[in-house]
């Protein structure tokens, strides 16, 4: 299973930036798929997550009412749309998937998620 995470990149306070994750190797429909980030010596925390189906999303408080987050099933990606960005939300970004599919179980949590991307920075300047 492999997940490429991109779209990172310099952006201005206020701003918007799109992510972008895609996945081979797994029936991607089948699974719950997660963002997290993690600012530089900070915990990784949650950012977003959405159902298998795309019919249920979830956000963390910091970034509910900004971020968007959606899939697209039949091109295996998952997207995170950023808006109304601030300097705190730099920090390197994450896509994630978990180990059984059809489950939603612990998604807010890093330990709930089996596969990783490789992440992708986002630097949200002043």
């Known amino acids: 299973v492999q997940l490429q995470a991109s779209g990172g990149g310099l952006v201005q306070a206020g701003g918007s930036r799109l992510l972008s994750c895609a996945v081979s190797?797994?029936?991607?429909?089948?699974?719950?798929m997660g963002w997290f980030r993690q600012a530089q010596g900070k915990e990784r925390e949650f950012v977003a997550a959405i159902s298998w189906e795309g019919t249920a999303t979830w956000y963390s408080t910091a970034t509910k009412g900004r971020f968007t987050i959606f899939r697209r099933n039949t091109e295996n990606t998952v997207y995170l749309q950023m808006s109304s960005l601030k300097t705190e939300d730099t920090a390197v970004y994450y896509c994630?998937?978990?180990?059984?599919?059809?489950?939603?179980?612990?998604?807010?949590?890093?330990?709930?998620?089996?596969?990783w991307g490789q992440g992708t920075q986002v630097t949200v300047s002043s």
């Open positions: 190797g797994r029936a991607f429909s089948r699974y719950v």
């Open positions: 994630a998937s978990p180990e059984e599919p059809y489950s939603a179980e612990d998604y807010f949590l890093p330990s709930g998620y089996r596969y």
